[in-house]
């Protein structure tokens, strides 16, 4: 069946610090693929999503490049704000519109 | 309101208990799903609407679980007899587009429900 794993947290970066939350996915063809971010209080939000390969989602500084050869869809930022310290969740659109989510990756981010 | 609200944010119960959580979706979405989402872990689905149609309860854990959507808006997922492993947040989401144009989900702040 489908499914994403996603790297393990916490992840604690320094600010400006290179982001990467790895995310790779199991899957019956070529599912759209998101990320999420629920910031601490608050709730699930899209970030960036892309709907085939080699399609390249961005937002706010973000980016995701949707690989079938590795079936993965890495979460990138150049440098990170203290703004960014939140949970992130890779996720694929199953069917009937289900989103299949990983188990989140936390980030905290240091001054 | 402008997006998708939920109640109560809080419920504690007693184990046997029922429950019902509320969801207001954004007016004029046609799709709504339920989502779980057990403490350190990602959100699962557990049911969805399009309208007044539930076509999926496929992650629907048990039968004492139940989902309604009379009207096409409001949503109430009810959790009879509840038992310690149901304490989670709850999570409603909605849709503008039917399930399979893959419209972007928005979602509620969730219900944490605590069974004791």
């Known amino acids: 069946g489908n499914s994403v794993t996603q790297m393990e947290g916490p992840v604690t970066l320094s600010e400006e610090a290179f982001l990467t939350i790895n995310c790779t996915y199991t899957?019956?063809?070529?599912?759209?693929l998101f990320w999420y971010v629920q910031y601490p209080g608050e709730g699930l939000q899209l970030l960036l999503k892309?709907?085939?390969?080699?399609d390249k989602g961005s937002n706010k500084g973000f980016e995701a490049t949707y690989r079938k050869e590795t079936t993965s869809f890495h979460l990138e930022k150049g440098s990170v704000q203290v703004s960014d310290s939140a949970v992130y969740f890779c996720?694929?659109?199953?069917?009937?519109?289900?989103?299949?989510f990983g188990q989140g990756t936390e980030l905290s981010v240091k001054p | 309101g402008a997006g998708v609200s939920q109640s109560p944010r809080y419920k504690v119960a007693k184990r046997g208990q029922d429950v019902a959580l509320r969801c207001d979706p954004i007016?004029?979405?046609?799709?709504l799903f339920w989502y779980q989402q057990a403490l350190g872990q990602g959100p699962e689905f557990l049911t969805y609407?399009?309208?007044?149609?539930?076509?999926?309860k496929s992650g629907l854990p048990s039968d004492r679980f139940f989902a309604e959507r009379p009207e096409g808006s409001v949503s109430t997922l009810k959790i009879q007899r509840t038992q310690q492993e149901d304490s989670a947040v709850y999570l409603c989401?909605?849709?503008?587009?039917?399930?399979?144009?893959?419209?972007?989900?928005?979602f509620g702040p969730g219900t944490r429900l605590t069974v004791l």
């Open positions: 989401a909605s849709s503008s587009t039917f399930a399979s144009g893959g419209g972007e989900q928005f």
């Open positions: 899957a019956t063809g070529y599912p759209s």
């Open positions: 892309a709907t085939k390969a080699d």
């Open positions: 996720a694929l659109m199953g069917v009937r519109g289900k989103l299949i």
């Open positions: 007016s004029g979405h046609v799709s």
């Open positions: 609407f399009q309208n007044e149609a539930q076509l999926d």
